[in-house]
């Protein structure tokens, strides 16, 4: 991966993030453990953006795949789609 395609997908997560968050209408609890995940997918962005010195950007697409995972084993959501396991 490029440094751009980096970017350009830290684009398009935090853009959905956005999406979720302007939209969200869950339960208190339910509320609470999406923040997790939320906070899981920003700092992925942050790292593929090379924002931390001692982070690569591969760990940033690392860190959103493990939050998105996270999200399909604690949310029972029959729309999600798991993704496949990232290829090295």
């Known amino acids: 991966e490029t440094d751009a395609q980096y970017d350009a997908l830290a684009t398009a997560v935090e853009t959905e ?7 969200c209408k869950l339960p208190k609890d339910a509320d609470a453990n999406l923040h997790f995940v939320i ?5 992925g ?7 931390d010195a001692d982070r690569v950007r591969h760990d940033g697409a690392e860190r959103i795949h493990g939050a998105l ?4 084993k604690n949310f029972d959501d029959p729309t ?3 993704a496949e396991p990232m290829k090295h």
């Open 45 to 51: 962005v942050n790292w593929m953006r090379g924002k």
């Open 69 to 72: 995972r996270a999200y399909a």
């Open 39 to 43: 906070a899981d997918l920003l700092q």
């Open 17 to 23: 993030v956005n999406t979720i968050i302007a939209n």
């Open 80 to 82: 999600w789609a798991a």
